[in-house]
């Protein structure tokens, strides 16, 4: 079988597949944003099932179980040759409170230093492949003074590359005055449609994008009905989520209904048709897809080769229209 299709990820010499896997929910529970009890063994062959494929990142962050994500990506990546290894990607700026682990999360820039190096440790690694933060700090210093400390990490050889997630085009443009900011995060799916403006001011400065959640964790996958939601744990977050409930759940299902025979035009899963409708946005370098079964990495394989034409595209946007699902732009922005 051929390679996965790759993109460049800005200027930092690491050419990524389009898509990556997402370790949140492979956290576990026992915090605020788990997905119900996972099994760790299922996880890691999960993990070495997408490199298998082709699949070269693996996206991270302390905060996905508190910890615990990292140790199994570690685990995961113990047992392969370092020549067949994928980049590792996690970030910082998220902190808890171990005395309350159900606790919300501080946005804290106050222990970057300290933070990279517990992530090391649990990721079993010398040093990180990039490293982002999480979502704009509201405790400790300024970006101004966190993004000096990314560039310096970066120049000490800690890190590979740097980047941002959840920051605005106004935040990304203050930090790149003090460093380049090789890659952002935000969130992109067919559900949240208006990060195009940011990341065609990244592609303009060669900061790579990697989209986030671009099934919506799981709502796009083509496999939930109202009834599954019902059943989902009780210490399953999306049991409350606002998409997940609701007129919006029965907007987004008929939106998920609408996207079938497309997916039945390419022999493609739904789920496939999602994360592709991402990678169809210019300056998108690839989509972080989450997945915790081995059987969801086909999916996850399909997406990434699966190349959606201008009457595909005219196909959604009229679905989109006319289930008022979601927001933003009903077609990538040119």
């Given at each position: 079988m051929s390679a996965l299709p790759s993109r460049a990820l800005g200027n930092t010499g690491m050419d990524i597949t389009t898509v990556g896997?997402?370790?949140?929910?492979?956290?576990g529970e026992g915090w605020e944003h788990a997905w119900g009890p996972q099994d760790d063994a299922e996880s890691i062959a999960t993990i070495r099932e997408a490199v298998a494929a082709g699949v070269n990142w693996l996206d991270t962050a302390p905060i996905y179980g508190l910890g615990h994500s990292e140790e199994v990506v570690g685990e995961a990546l113990a047992g392969l040759p370092a020549n067949e290894r994928p980049y590792v990607f996690t970030k910082c700026g998220l902190r808890w409170d171990p005395d309350d682990p159900m606790g919300p999360q501080q946005r804290d820039a106050r222990a970057?230093?300290?933070?990279?190096?517990?992530?090391?440790?649990?990721?079993?690694?010398?040093?990180?492949?990039?490293?982002?933060?999480?979502?704009?700090?509201?405790?400790?210093?300024?970006?101004?003074?966190?993004?000096?400390?990314m560039v310096d990490l970066k120049a000490a050889g800690v890190v590979r590359a740097v980047g941002l997630s959840n920051h605005d085009g106004v935040q990304?443009?203050?930090?790149?005055?003090?460093g380049h900011v090789?890659?952002?995060?935000?969130?992109l799916s067919l559900l949240r449609r208006d990060a195009g403006d940011v990341i065609g001011h990244c592609a303009a400065q060669r900061t790579g994008v990697i989209v986030y959640s671009p099934m919506e964790s799981g709502l796009l996958s083509g496999s939930f009905t109202a009834a599954r939601v019902a059943?989902?744990?009780a210490n399953d977050w999306r049991r409350t989520a606002?998409?997940?409930?609701?007129?919006?759940?029965?907007?987004?299902?008929?939106?998920?209904?609408?996207?079938?025979?497309?997916?039945?035009?390419?022999?493609?899963?739904?789920?496939?048709?999602?994360?592709?409708?991402?990678?169809?946005?210019?300056?998108?370098?690839?989509?972080?897809?989450?997945?915790?079964?081995?059987?969801q990495i086909g999916d996850m394989v399909a997406a990434a080769r699966l190349v959606l034409s201008d009457a595909d595209l005219d196909d959604?946007?009229?679905?989109?229209?006319?289930?008022?699902?979601?927001?933003?732009?009903?077609?990538p922005t040119r």
């Open positions: 896997l997402g370790a949140w929910a492979i956290g970057i230093r300290w933070e990279v190096e517990q992530s090391l440790r649990r990721l079993r690694v010398e040093r990180l492949d990039l490293l982002q933060v999480h979502w704009p700090p509201l405790h400790g210093p300024a970006l101004d003074d966190y993004w000096q400390v990304v443009d203050a930090a790149e005055k003090i090789d890659s952002l995060q935000p969130p059943a989902l744990p606002a998409e997940y409930t609701g007129d919006q759940l029965a907007r987004n299902l008929s939106l998920v209904d609408a996207l079938r025979p497309i997916a039945t035009r390419h022999e493609a899963s739904v789920a496939a048709v999602a994360v592709a409708w991402t990678l169809a946005w210019p300056g998108v370098t690839g989509a972080i897809v989450g997945a915790r079964r081995t059987a959604i946007a009229t679905a989109l229209g006319a289930t008022g699902a979601g927001s933003g732009p009903v077609r």
